[in-house]
């Protein structure tokens, strides 16, 4: 089964910066998509980022300048950099994989790690 763990969450003023680690083990296809989603309480779930199989990159809009996803060649590491922090990017981030990025929030469809809490104060 494939395995998701996630590192590097933590408490940053507003405009700080934090790079989220996550690492996959168990089977892997080469075609899934893997990306980040987040959620705060009360807040709906939401895909922040993801690669697709093709290498082609999407990003949330209200992250999009701010945040940076990458992935090494190996494809066992993703990445999240996250700078210009604002309180409202306060919630638990997921590492995830999915066979279509657009599966990401399906949790049937996906798999996910356990999260890394990111705080970010005003």
């Known amino acids: 089964q494939v395995q998701l763990a996630e590192f590097g969450g933590g408490s940053v003023q507003a405009g700080g910066s934090l790079r989220l680690s996550c690492e996959r083990s168990g089977p892997y296809v080469d075609t899934y998509c893997m990306g980040w989603v987040r959620q705060a309480p009360g807040k709906e779930r939401e895909a922040v980022a993801s690669?697709?199989?093709?290498?082609?990159?999407r990003y949330l809009d209200s992250v999009k300048g701010r945040f940076t996803i990458s992935q090494d060649n190996t494809k066992k590491f993703l990445y999240l950099q996250m700078s210009s922090l604002k309180p409202e990017d306060t919630a638990l981030y997921s590492c995830?994989?999915?066979?279509?990025?657009?599966?990401?929030?399906?949790?049937?469809?996906?798999?996910w790690g356990q999260g890394t809490q990111v705080n970010v104060s005003s």
């Open positions: 690669i697709d199989s093709d290498g082609t990159i």
């Open positions: 995830a994989t999915a066979g279509d990025c657009g599966w990401l929030l399906l949790r049937l469809h996906s798999y």
